[in-house]
Every structure is written in structure tokens, then in C-alpha cells.
């Protein structure tokens, strides 16, 4: 059985992240091995709800390690709409400055226009990270069958298995870490 490729074209526009956040000189870690040195890439898939917040929190504070690259994804259905693409990129620039103020971190953001599982999967595809971290709206499991769910569908079609992380009910409308 051979793989159906989809042919669907594939639009993303990168965000241009502050530049407030200093040039840091590659970390001098003399008992670490050169690949260990070089890095890892995280993908954290976002968007402007509080569960994703909560497990960006959760991926800076438990994965995220020197030398790492964070990359952030948001989906979008119009690239066009550009109200959307400047909220977006008001948030990732935020993110990217708690990422290198808690874990000192380097942050890449792309808004891809798509479906959101499959933009995720072909973004993890496209950079083969270390792990790929979600938020969940903490669904039951027969609305999560009967609606579908993003986490589910890249649990099933990511290479690179998903992280999912599930608010826990203390958390609210806030991140708990």
C-alpha cells in the first residue's frame, strides 16, 4: 500500500520576532557532546486560547534546554486576514520573550494557512524536532470522537509523536506553571 501524497499548496508567511531579545553567543558546555551542544527543535503548536498557553508554559518549563530552537506554528484559514496575522504575531512576540527570559531559549514563529492538524504534521515533517507540543481544550472523549480533535489527528499523522498536554481543572483560564 503506497502513501497518498495530497497535493495541496502550501502557504506561510514568517513572523518577524523582536529584536529586543540579546545576541546570545552559543553556550560553552565543555563536558557536553557536540550534538547535545548544537540543540534541539521544539515545535509548539499555538493560538490565542488558554490551554495552549498552558502548554507552552508546560514545554519551556519541563523540555526546553540551552541551545534549544523553539518554533512556534499557529494555523490560520486566510493568510490575507491581516487583523489575525498581527494578534498572532503580537503573541508570538510575547512568547518568545518568556521563552528566552525563563529558559534562554532562541524562537522561530511561521503562520501557515491550513487545517490545523495537517499544518502541524507538515510542519513537523518539514523540521523533524525533538518533540511536538500541543494544548487540548480537555474535551470528553465521545465530543472529542464525534467532533474531532487537532491533538488526535497528530497523534495518528505526525512522525514525530505529539506531546499533548491536558489542562488540569485547577487550572482555569490561567497557566499553572
Not at 22 to 40: C, F, M, S, W
Not at 60 to 65: E, G, L, Q
Not at 70 to 88: D, F, G, K, M, Q
Request: some cysteine.
Amino acid at each position: 500500500m503506497e502513501t497518498l501524497m495530497e497535493e495541496e499548496e502550501y502557504n506561510w508567511r514568517e513572523v518577524k520576532l523582536p529584536s529586543l531579545i540579546p545576541v546570545v553567543p552559543p553556550p560553552e558546555l565543555e563536558r557536553e557532546t557536540g550534538e547535545r551542544r548544537r540543540g534541539r527543535d521544539i515545535v509548539i503548536a499555538i493560538d490565542h486560547g488558554p490551554n495552549s498557553k498552558h502548554a507552552f508554559d508546560w514545554a519551556v518549563t519541563h523540555i526546553c534546554r540551552l541551545a534549544d530552537t523553539i518554533h512556534l506554528v499557529h494555523a490560520v484559514s486566510s493568510l490575507r486576514n491581516e487583523i489575525v496575522y498581527e494578534a498572532t504575531q503580537a503573541l508570538m512576540e510575547k512568547l518568545a520573550i518568556e521563552a528566552f527570559e525563563v529558559a534562554m531559549v532562541k524562537t522561530v514563529a511561521r503562520i501557515v494557512e491550513g487545517d490545523a492538524g495537517k499544518v502541524i504534521c507538515r510542519e513537523a515533517e518539514r523540521l523533524k524536532p525533538a518533540a511536538v507540543v500541543m494544548g487540548t481544550r480537555g474535551r470528553s472523549l465521545i465530543k472529542s470522537v464525534l467532533q474531532g480533535s487537532v491533538g488526535e489527528h497528530c497523534f495518528h499523522h505526525c512522525k514525530t509523536a505529539p506531546i499533548i498536554i491536558v489542562p488540569g481543572k485547577e487550572a482555569g483560564e490561567e497557566s499553572v506553571i
